[in-house]
């Protein structure tokens, strides 16, 4: 079995792989976060994006950052200038 490689949030201006995941890891059962490595398949741990409320700049000019909504994150474009 091949290990899966680390996913990317698309830029939402032009589609493009932008926002590579941070890390791997879970919520324990009271809510708080297992980190676990890179490298790490286990079966209770998933891609993991941080919102760190940097922007990334991307090659079409937009500036984009990481959102986390409920345990979901997204790419989103935001005003500032990276």
């Given at each position: 079995m091949?290990a ?6 698309h830029?939402p201006?032009?589609d493009a792989p932008?926002?590579a995941a941070?890390g ?7 809510g ?5 490595g890179l490298?790490?398949?286990?079966r209770?741990?998933?891609w993991?994006?941080?919102d760190t ?7 079409c000019?937009?500036a ?7 345990g979901h994150?997204?790419?989103s474009a ?5």
């Amino acid at each position: 079995m091949k290990a899966k490689e680390r996913p990317f949030l698309h830029c939402p201006e032009c589609d493009a792989p932008l926002i590579a995941a941070d890390g791997r890891g879970r919520l324990d059962g009271a809510g708080n976060e297992i980190r676990h490595g890179l490298d790490c398949r286990c079966r209770w741990c998933d891609w993991w994006w941080w919102d760190t409320g940097e922007s990334v700049p991307c090659a079409c000019g937009a500036a984009v950052r990481v959102f986390v909504d409920e345990g979901h994150a997204y790419a989103s474009a935001c005003e500032e200038k990276p």
